[in-house]
């Protein structure tokens, strides 16, 4: 790897290099998720578990039956399928939703596929993922002085999903004003992974490599690749995220198997994070510790219990 990648294991350390070295870039690029954006659960693939209930309860509206996980198994293989295909013409093996989405509802649905079914599920899997990020506060900080300071700023993902449904989450957080543009491995199947995304952005937005810095968490893709271009490069190494999520992953593995862990899982992943996390007094502290746990099973447990049950609604009353 590259000796001249800059690595950092803290947001506030990363920025103060940056603002040190401001002077040295016109433009300067920035990673989205896990970099820009962080989200709640430890693995972005939960995010279609929801979706693929939806697909199932829509089928069962049209007499279909197809259930939540065999639709996540139709959509692993038609992805997949999707990814093989883009390699053997492109340098990554990449995807895009508004190809492969679409051929799954077809698959399900058959004749009584519309457009506008497969509008109503990107709409449902945006909206899901929407509610599970959230912006760095620190970055998206700085990111508003740089604007002020006329950089170029750019956003960079690779990701199944195509640029116009970034912008939607990056708009979400209020932060797409302060973009020239978001680019997607998913619109050109060439990313930064590979390396060809690089000199694509470069032609396309006629950029001067040697004034341009990027930023991301991936030592390779937001690493060695843009370096092995000409791009300066700063790796962030969150240690307090990578904390947060490896918690949140192992809490997730024992609730799979002991009900004691459910209620702390998804404390878990209800925890304020960025801006959201302020200061309480002692007495709300004491309640998040220990009632919080128990409010979260007794939230888990009575969700199990709906679906068991196929109870569709629930209603709170109280005198």
């Known amino acids: 790897m590259p000796n001249n990648i800059e690595t950092f294991h803290a947001l506030d350390e990363l920025i103060a290099r940056g603002n040190a070295r401001l002077d040295e870039f016109d433009t300067i690029t920035f990673d989205v998720f896990d970099t820009l954006l962080i989200r709640r659960v430890p693995d972005p693939d939960m995010v279609k578990i929801p979706t693929a209930r939806l697909i199932s309860d829509l089928a069962a509206q049209r007499g279909i039956s197809k259930s939540p996980h065999e639709v996540r198994k139709l959509r692993e293989v038609i992805e997949n399928r999707h990814r093989q295909e883009n390699g053997a013409k492109h340098p990554d093996f990449e995807a895009n939703y508004d190809e492969f989405m679409p051929e799954i509802l077809h698959e399900i649905f058959g004749e009584t596929y519309t457009p506008s079914l497969f509008e109503q599920v990107a709409a449902f899997e945006v909206k899901m993922e929407s509610a599970m990020i959230v912006a760095r506060v620190e ?14 700023l750019l956003l960079i993902s690779d990701i199944y999903l195509p640029a116009k449904y970034i912008k939607k989450l990056v708009e979400n957080v209020g932060l797409l004003e302060y973009f020239e543009e978001v680019i997607s491995s998913a619109d050109s199947f060439q990313a930064k992974a590979s390396g060809a995304a690089w000199p694509l952005i470069e032609q396309r937005f006629k950029l001067d490599k040697t004034r341009w810095l990027h930023i991301g968490d991936n030592p390779i893709s937001d690493g060695a690749r843009p370096v092995e271009a000409g791009i300066h490069a700063m790796v962030l190494k969150d240690i307090g995220e990578h904390h947060r999520l490896s918690l949140a992953t192992r809490y997730n593995y024992y609730a799979a198997h002991r009900d004691f862990w459910k209620g702390r899982n998804l404390l878990q992943w209800a925890l304020p994070l960025e801006a959201e996390n302020q200061d309480r007094d002692a007495l709300y502290s004491d309640g998040h510790g220990f009632l919080g746990y128990l409010l979260c ?17 629930i209603y709170f009353c109280a005198r």
């Open 139 to 152: 970055l998206a900080d700085w990111i508003k002085q740089l604007s002020k300071m006329g950089k170029r």
């Open 297 to 313: 099973y007794f939230i888990h447990r009575l969700i199990e219990r709906c679906k068991d049950e196929n109870i569709q609604r």
